[in-house]
């Protein structure tokens, strides 16, 4: 009383009036007296509680809002108490990764329903900038976000991660623009691609096989479209028609089904030891056949599921050229390792034998499961990958088998760029298994410091501990710790950890325009060795 009336002061009185959060609606009266103007506020209170309305709410149910308000039924509630409870369910829409959403409106109606307007931050339109080779729409169904559903900011960081894991861009990023709704958003992917295809020839001349020639071709992104294909074929020679050809399509239907078929004819040099690490076979083996995998997505995103089917023949072609001592020729009479309830009579009788026991046709059906969900599938810094297999060998064919196998690889990120790696294995069979179908230890994927593929068996331990940093750009260190064994049920007793074996070293990581080159030095109980192989690492 006293002041002179100003809209302004009025504007004032009512915002703290209403601010009470008691009133759901308030009108002025304005009456002039002799000593000036009286005003009388109207206000009209909340009425009492009953319920909860919510709309435009798909990611959080109306039934989780109203615990998270708390708000007693019944009574006369004060919006400016339920604003602040708001803040919880805004909150908890951000917990979840949807950090767009907003409580748009609050309203108390007058039959004693409290109704909240939410508006979640709809993705209106993706659009695509940087790829010049890849399809659109190559890169869309990798998102986890979809059109006209809430943007998600975990479900972003893992699209990122998909599109990354495909391994045609150097780099992916995602920016988001403003759509036309109000809150709404609209995806900008921007990739840096890389070179996906490859090309290879080479030739050579020798007095026994005259001019070879070899011709490779390969893509990860054919035609831009995903699929991915390999060629490899040899020609020329005496006998020398080798060929090698893959196929994967990645997206069969919206369930990311997968299939991928191969077809291979290839005559190859390969060597076997015995337990001692002493060569007893330097041998042509030519190894034919065709498999055919099928793969889908569970309905959790990082399990797939795999069937494989394989038909597969590998043929001893004879021993190399010079070669002395041949385990698998008639000319074999033992050494410290010699078997004979394992390696047959002595003279061609032991020959078949021993080629029969490890050559042959084999066909399977292979079934596993996989966990994964490595942050980068090429150089992977968090997460884990677990693999579970079982193969069944017995649907015609020479060999009858069973083989079970467990493979668990985990990652722990040391600051910024450094990564302990850790993977763990297992493997056992039983039936008759070809050689080519044993566990196998040693070399570089598996037990460095020791000859490739020098320990084989029936059933198999391995484990290895990796810590990475990198060095400069494209190149990354490696100081590792393996430790592993293959044991043959015929010399050995199963999973005998006396007989394991043990090597530590160092190694590079190089990310050259051929592709990753992996160099490591192992040292083990027979002295250092160095490897030198193409393909990433676990």
């Known amino acids: 009383p006293g002041m002179t009336l100003t809209s302004e002061g009025l504007g004032k009185d009512l915002y703290a009036i209403y601010n009470m959060g008691w009133f759901y609606d308030l009108q002025p009266e304005f009456k002039q007296v002799p000593e000036g103007v ?62 767009l959403a907003r409580v748009a409106d609050i309203r108390m109606q007058p039959d004693g329903t409290l109704l909240l307007v939410v508006n979640e931050g709809i993705v209106e339109d993706f659009k695509i900038k940087g790829n010049t080779k890849t399809k659109d729409y190559v890169i869309i169904r990798e998102m986890k976000l979809k059109k006209g559903e809430p943007f998600n900011a975990k479900d972003a960081r893992r699209s990122m991660q998909r599109i990354y894991n495909l391994g045609y861009f150097e780099d992916v990023n995602i920016k988001l623009n403003p759509g036309q709704q109000p809150n709404a958003v609209e ?38 479209t995903g699929d991915k294909v390999n060629i490899r074929w040899e020609f020329g020679g005496a006998d020398n ?28 040099e390969y060597a076997d030891y015995d ?9 042509d083996k030519k190894r034919r056949g065709q498999e055919l995998t099928f793969s889908r997505k569970t309905n959790n995103e990082y399990v797939s599921n795999y069937l494989t089917l394989k038909n597969r023949d590998d043929i001893y072609k004879g021993a190399v050229d010079g070669y002395s001592t041949q385990y698998y020729e008639s000319t074999w009479s033992g050494n410290s390792d010699y078997n004979p309830k394992y390696d047959g009579p002595a003279g061609e009788a032991g020959a078949k034998y021993r080629q029969d026991k490890n050559f042959g046709v084999t066909r399977s059906i292979g079934v ?91 059933s198999m331990l391995k484990g290895t501990v990796e810590y990475r940093m990198p060095i400069v750009k494209k190149v990354q260190g490696v100081l590792f710790v393996d430790s592993g064994y293959a044991w043959d049920k015929d010399r050995e007793t199963a999973f005998d950890l006396g007989e394991l074996k043990y090597s530590y070293g160092v190694g590079l990581r190089i990310n050259s325009p051929l592709g990753p080159v992996k160099l490591d030095y192992g040292y083990g109980d027979q002295g250092g060795r160095f490897h030198f192989s193409f393909g990433g690492q676990f």
């Open 38 to 99: 009286q005003v009388t506020y109207h206000v009209m209170e909340n009425p009492i509680y009953q319920q909860l309305a919510v709309e435009g709410n798909t990611k959080i149910s109306t039934e989780k809002i109203e615990s998270l308000l708390d708000l007693p039924k019944n009574q006369l509630i004060n919006i400016r108490e339920v604003n602040a409870k708001v803040q919880r369910l805004e909150a908890e829409y951000n917990k979840e990764g949807y950090i």
């Open 187 to 224: 995806i900008e992917i921007s990739v840096v691609e890389m070179n996906t295809g490859t090309f290879g020839i080479g030739a050579g001349y020798s007095d026994a096989d005259g001019f070879i020639g070899m011709v490779s071709v390969g893509d990860k992104n054919f035609r831009g």
């Open 241 to 268: 028609k080798n060929y090698e050809f893959s196929y994967t399509k990645p997206w069969i239907d919206s369930k990311e089904t997968s299939a991928t078929i191969t077809l291979y004819d290839v005559t190859n």
């Open 275 to 283: 337990r001692n690490a002493d060569e007893i076979a330097r041998y």
């Open 368 to 458: 596993a499961r996989v966990y994964d969900s490595r942050d980068n599938i090429y150089d992977p810094h968090e997460g884990k990958r677990n693999a579970y297999t079982i193969e069944y060998a017995g649907l015609g064919g020479d060999f009858d088998f069973t083989k079970y196998s467990v493979d668990y690889r985990y990652y722990y990120r040391q600051g910024a760029e450094n990564v302990i790696a850790v993977q763990l294995g297992a493997g056992y069979a039983s039936g008759r298994m070809p050689l080519s179908q044993r566990f196998s230890m040693g070399g570089s994927e598996t037990l460095r410091g020791y000859k490739d593929d020098q320990f084989k068996g029936n």
